[in-house]
């Protein structure tokens, strides 16, 4: 399943890397060593790991005192075999003046209904992170005309969501990926259950609580995160800061473990509908939170005044995206912001309250690439812009019909971009002076050796929101 790192301070970070095999003990000591080469000549740290089958044989080795902004060598030896190597680095130090930071952002690579070309380009690129904003894999069973298959039907137990993790990191475009560079991650909802909201599943089985527990632990299993953030009893804290230096601030939040249930669901059902604003009053309740208060808090709180960029890992896109024409009555989709449209106000509320500038929202989810202007009033043309938004599309999951984001476009001024049409990830290129954002896309994610190029470019200056062609 290859090699991973991930959580990147200026002193250490986590290595990942899993065991395989049908007659592996319960417990196999895995040996790993960082270097400042290549040829693993001057090695920087060395350890030992053990990898257990309580936890699918998986190793999180925390290398420390490591030297703050480098780049580093890893590999793991274990039963008498060695992996391949990986390339790591470290964070800059607290106070650094970084001048660059080089990351690409990207989420839902359903195995299924396409390859990963975009990984393959993404690894060639000269990145510093990858920050990957969640539905790492999905549980479905393999859909009609699939590219290629799922192995297993619908995932629900520990076993298979270990088995759909195993076939997702077989890809070897997915495994250069994680090779190439450190990453953050966030989760959605496929790495537990489509449109799940909390300990309420989409079909309301009574049992989520305990596929809930197998999904997360299954999660932390496979992701290069620290034991610190093992699941404990069924919940699992993910959301976290992270700082580049004096350059930027990362704010990775959770959208699913602390929101409130979707407003008007579907009859006999729970999860997302797409609903007028007149029928379902839930949606202006200004006590719904997709974040939970505490996370809420949390955030508003931690908005730094000392960086010079804010970049908020969040899932889906924060934007207000009416469907309809909000003159003849608004009509929105409740899974994402718009169905926590109280909860938006907060957050956006908090920016303006502390005046924090350089703000820019990185989203996923949708299958679409958009470029927006965030403010507290959506409806008033001439309302401050308060953030920037790239939300990416996915890697390789399906999006929704192209003329139908057209047809919103005319209704949603503060959309810049908005294509469904294409799959890729997002570059961004992060200095003291501006933010760069390239829209990468492949040719076609059905090709596994699609070619990529840029469909737009766009900038921000840290001390004025808003995205403007590059």
């Not at 996370?295 to 709180?301: F, H, N, S, Y």
């Not at 190029?453 to 403007?468: F, I, K, Q």
């Amino acid at each position: 399943m290859g090699i991973a790192s991930g959580q990147p301070q200026p002193h250490s970070l986590v290595l990942w890397t899993r065991l395989t095999g049908d007659d592996l003990p319960p417990s196999v000591d895995v040996a790993w060593e960082m270097a400042e080469d290549e040829a693993f000549a001057r090695v920087a740290a060395r350890g030992m790991e053990p990898a257990v089958a309580a936890d699918a044989h998986t190793v999180h080795a925390e290398p420390t005192g490591l030297q703050p902004d480098r780049w580093y060598w890893y590999r793991f030896t274990a039963l008498g075999q060695r992996s391949a190597s990986g390339r790591t680095r470290t964070a800059p130090a607290a106070d650094a003046q970084v001048q660059r930071l080089e990351l690409a952002m990207a989420s839902c690579q359903r195995y299924d209904v396409g390859h990963y070309a975009a990984w393959r380009h993404a690894a060639a690129e000269p990145l510093d992170l990858v920050v990957f904003l969640g539905d790492y894999i999905y549980e479905y069973a393999t859909g009609a005309n699939a590219v290629r298959a799922h192995t297993g039907g619908l995932v629900r137990t520990l076993a298979a969501y270990r088995e759909r993790y195993a076939l997702y990191k077989s890809d070897p475009a997915l495994q250069a990926a994680h090779a190439a560079c450190p990453w953050l991650v966030i989760w959605d909802d496929h790495e537990v259950a489509n449109d799940y909201a909390g300990l309420q599943g989409q079909t309301l089985q009574p049992d989520f609580a305990e596929q809930r527990a197998a999904a997360y632990q299954a999660y932390w299993e496979h992701m290069p995160l620290p034991k610190a953030m093992r699941p404990v009893d069924g919940q699992m804290r993910l959301y976290q800061r992270l700082d580049w230096g004096r350059l930027a601030r990362f704010h990775l939040v959770d959208d699913r473990q602390y929101r409130d249930p979707q407003a008007c669901p579907r009859p006999g059902r729970a999860g997302s509908n797409t609903v007028k604003a007149a029928d379902c009053p839930d949606l202006a309740d200004p006590r719904r939170t997709l974040l939970g208060a505490v996370q809420e808090r949390w955030l508003a709180e931690g908005w730094s005044l000392h960086q010079r960029w804010n970049l908020l890992a969040q899932q889906t896109l924060m934007a207000r995206c009416s469907w309809t024409d909000p003159a003849r009555g608004a009509t929105f989709w409740t899974d994402g912001w718009d169905g926590y449209a109280a909860s938006r106000q907060r957050v956006l509320g908090a920016v303006a309250d502390r005046r924090v500038s350089g703000v820019v929202v990185m989203g996923g989810d949708v299958h679409a690439n958009y470029v927006a202007d965030l403010k507290l009033d959506f409806s008033d043309e001439g309302a401050p812009v308060l953030a920037t938004e790239f939300c990416g599309t996915s890697i390789s999951s399906l999006g929704t019909p192209q003329d139908r984001l057209d047809r919103a476009r005319g209704f949603n001024p503060h959309l810049h971009w908005a294509r469904s049409d294409q799959r890729g990830y997002v570059r961004l290129s992060v200095t003291p002076a501006d933010l760069q954002a390239a829209l990468r896309v492949v040719a076609d994610a059905r090709d596994v050796d699609s070619p990529v190029s840029t469909a737009a470019r766009y900038a921000v200056d840290p001390l004025r929101a808003g995205a403007v062609v590059a």
